[in-house]
């Protein structure tokens, strides 16, 4: 949807990102494939959802980089398998996860590499993530975000042209346009502090995305500020307030 700014400029209003799925609803758990399939009858732009590779290199969407006490980096996939989120479903691997994302159809994949302790795991995470996604013909459908940098570089060069964003807050605009990357997907705080950032980034053809954002008014300012995206606990009611405008 494009709105009219004040000097008669249009722009694309701000889209909604479900933070780990839309979970905070019934029968729904973050990262579960049902938070997903929730987030895409939402309506919401785009799902976001983390992952991590296991010792012998299966992709899983999980927040933590361990569940029930296994810590998923050193686990083999066969010793998690069969563990399970709040709601019951079993932990996802992320080929699951795309397969659903594919059937589901419109909703955007916003693919969360998560850090792992050696550097290595993170390069063969973003191998193996990379040809699942391709695999699946989705690359048109998945946005990658890392707080680590090495991952957004990793994934600069092994997805060319794959819209990549940087969460950690700590890089002007100016500096990831050189990075190759597709733009600042940073908390609000960050932007609060730094709030010329949002209008840089645009000027540099940049995206612009905060998180987690479940407050109305930092919502509005946000919306005020024309950021691209906003990532949210609370998809429904932040698309209720674009709805309004």
Known sequence: MLAVGSCGILFAQTRVIAHRGYWDCEGSAQNSITALVKSAEAGVYGSEFDVSITAD???VVNHDDDIQGHVIETS???DIKDLKLPNGETLPTLEQYLVKGKE???VQLILEIKPHK???????AVKAIVALVRKHGLEKRVDYIS????ICKE???EAPGAPVYYLNGDVAPEELKKLGMAGADYHYKVFK???EWIKEA?????KTNSWTVDDTDMMQWLIDQKVDFITTDKPVELKQLLEKK
Request: no cysteine.
């Open 57 to 59: 290199g299966v992709p």
């Open 193 to 195: 502090k730094h709030p």
């Open 147 to 150: 707080f680590s940098m090495n």
């Open 76 to 78: 083999r996939y066969a």
């Open 118 to 124: 050696e550097e290595a795991n993170e390069d063969r």
């Open 155 to 157: 994934l600069v060069k």
């Open 202 to 206: 645009r000027e540099l053809g940049l």
């Open 104 to 106: 589901l159809g419109g």
